[in-house]
């Protein structure tokens, strides 16, 4: 009975040390924490610092998690010091087309990475761990990346969506990842409803590539176990 239970804390424990050492799993675990404390942390001055400091451990574990691809890397870094300055020199002179800036290149930094991430979870070699928790990631990715679109949306047409029928002029960070990942999912939830065309066409394409990610993950799942050939 000891050897027994000795033997399932030795695997419990092997399990442990492999997660650990997956660098998808870093970027992922930071993705989920940021979806968890937005709410908490957008409606006071000191909690979007700590939000911005989460967001730039993001940043790193999508760095080391791209970094196999030296030039992926590059432009992502590059993406990402623009976002993050044009973020604090906004912040500091409370110029909200600063900021607009900064999201386009945060958002161009998150389509880089899940570029990335997705052709590398796809690639025709063992499927890993490391590969599942990377096609995990770009999915959260995709999410957050949408909500960027909405977001920039917002300010050039104020109105282009409506929550409970009344037009937004803006809205944080916790409404727009809420309406992104509704429609990438596709479930549909009706509160926060697109009125502009350029809104409702951001919508179609959200939740196509939500659909036809999902679709590609499970054909590579499930070519990953061909069929036995028995004669």
């Not at 052709?119 to 909500?147: C, I, N, P, Q």
């Amino acid at each position: 009975m000891r050897s027994r239970t000795r033997a399932r804390i030795d695997a419990a424990r092997a399990t442990i040390e492999l997660t650990l050492r997956q660098r998808c799993f870093y970027l992922f675990l930071a993705l989920l924490l940021v979806l968890m404390a937005v709410p908490f942390l957008e409606g006071t001055p000191r909690g979007r610092i700590v939000l911005n400091l989460i967001n730039l451990g993001v940043l790193l574990a999508a760095a080391a998690a791209i970094g196999r691809g030296a030039g992926a890397l590059v432009i992502a870094l590059l993406l990402a010091a623009s976002a993050g300055s044009l973020q604090v020199i906004g912040l500091l002179m409370e110029m909200p087309e600063v900021l607009v800036a900064a999201q386009v290149f945060a958002a161009g930094f998150y389509f880089v990475t899940v570029g990335y991430l997705f052709t590398y979870s796809m690639r025709r070699e063992v499927l890993t761990m490391d590969k599942l928790y990377g096609a995990a990631a770009a999915f959260l990715m995709l999410g957050v990346l949408w909500g960027y679109f909405y977001t920039i949306l917002l300010y050039f047409h104020p109105g282009a969506l409506a929550i409970n029928g009344q037009p937004m002029a803006g809205a944080p960070p916790s409404t727009m990842l809420y309406f992104s990942f509704v429609t990438l999912t596709s479930t549909g939830m009706s509160d926060v409803l697109p009125v502009h065309p350029v809104a409702r066409m951001l919508c179609v394409f959200e939740m196509v590539s939500g659909v036809l990610f999902i679709a590609v993950l499970i054909a590579r799942l499930a070519g990953t176990y061909p069929p036995d050939k028995r004669g």
